[in-house]
């Protein structure tokens, strides 16, 4: 009996094993348990994601939490934690996604037809910006400044120049240095300056209690824009797809209670995980184990976490990993997400905002009983190794 695959997001020519992979300085891990334990080993890696290898350590009083390690990381975990802990999240926002996703599917309905992908941009933009203060700009304008940060030539992080030509070097420093400027200028400095004269309960009025610079500042808004607003973007895109095209999946939404339907999203997101690549460079020799067998992954050595395949290894989700089961039995400690959220110090503190706000847009959105007109367009960024959903344009039958 052939097993379900419902997975869309697969590149061309990405293998599914072996579990680990070694060649030259670069190890690819494909099993779930090596993959946590790489990721949970302290001390002996450090980030390598992002492009944070390239990202001189003293250009900053205070190293992006991104890209920090240690007890430096550790420590800023602790604080902008409070900010994104589940109980705080439902409290402090769940009145903005409400409204803001009343608003903008009310005008939705209204034309009839529209971009899902342009309306989950707007709503994440909205309500990310709430919690982080990002508050003092129209919400399409501050939008279009995250996105074209984005349009970056290719990247290979596995490469020591990251595969690219001088010319490619050049136009990457233009499309990413113009966006920041614009981002900071309209964005960053109208919102620092308010909270200077009056702090509130954001990010930002955090940072600044805590000394950072404007520099400083300016950099963690483009952490949390990039993954609090453009990557939530694309999992409601995707999971709208899913719940669009699986008709007893979507009745089962509709009807259920919130934890049914989170554990809905939570499995979406494992098998769809938007970004499919996290890197760790090792500082000292390590041991994994993927079930009797082990390796040793040597100092220095560049390794390849694949998201993707580590959050369908039959060994830890079961049976048909590859097809939709909420609530699926899972092992002690495993995250229903998988590693979509990553694990260990540098796990995303953002996973009960973005998961929060996906439901609250899809659960209104559905109710609508909006039709896909079309397949979307599915391509890849490699800066955050993630795949992106355009052109996901819905109807809603404005006479039913």
Request: charged share 25%.
């Amino acid at each position: 009996m052939t097993s379900a695959n419902l997975r869309r997001a697969v590149p061309a020519g990405e293998l599914d094993g072996p579990a680990v992979e070694q060649s030259g300085g670069l190890w690819r891990i494909r099993s779930l348990q090596a993959a946590r334990q790489i990721l949970r080993a302290r001390g002996q890696t450090t980030q390598a994601g992002f492009t944070a290898e390239r990202i001189p350590k003293g250009a900053f009083r205070h190293h992006p939490i991104l890209i920090s390690d240690g007890d430096l990381h550790d420590e800023q975990r602790r604080k902008v934690g409070r900010f994104f802990a589940p109980d705080v999240v439902a409290e402090r926002y769940t009145a903005t996604m409400e409204a803001a996703a009343d608003r903008l599917l009310a005008e939705a309905a209204a034309a009839g037809r529209f971009r899902l992908d342009e309306l989950a941009l707007h709503f994440t933009v909205e309500v990310t910006a709430e919690a982080v203060g990002l508050t003092h700009a129209p919400t399409p304008a501050m939008a279009q400044r995250l996105v074209s940060f984005f349009r970056q030539p290719p990247l290979d992080i596995t490469r020591p120049d990251l595969g690219r030509t001088p010319s490619q070097w050049m136009q990457a420093a233009v499309n990413g240095l113009v966006p920041i400027v614009r981002f900071y200028f309209a964005d960053v400095r109208p919102a620092v300056r308010a909270r200077r004269r009056s702090p509130s309960t954001d990010v930002i009025s955090h940072l600044i209690a805590e000394g950072y610079s404007n520099a400083d500042i300016l950099v963690e808004c483009v952490t949390y824009g990039t993954a609090g607003m453009v990557t939530t973007r694309e999992f409601i895109a995707m999971a709208c797809w899913h719940l669009l095209q699986n008709q007893p999946l979507a009745e089962r939404y509709l009807v259920a209670g919130q934890a049914e339907r989170l554990a809905i999203l939570h499995e979406i997101i494992r098998l769809e995980p938007v970004v499919g690549h996290l890197y760790r460079r090792t500082q000292s020799d390590l041991e994994i184990h993927d079930g009797d067998d082990s390796w040793t992954i040597p100092a220095g050595a560049l390794v390849d976490l694949c998201v993707r395949q580590a959050n369908a290894d039959p060994a830890v989700v079961g049976e048909d990993p590859l097809d939709l089961c909420p609530g699926r039995p899972l092992p002690q400690g495993v995250n229903p997400t998988g590693l979509s959220f990553g694990d260990g110090s540098h796990r995303c503190p953002g996973q009960p905002l973005a998961i929060l706000e996906s439901d609250a847009l899809l659960t209104r959105l559905l109710r609508l009983r909006p039709r896909l007109v079309s397949e979307p367009e599915l391509g890849w960024d490699n800066l955050i190794e993630g795949y992106w959903l355009r052109n996901v344009e819905l109807e809603i039958d404005r006479t039913a």
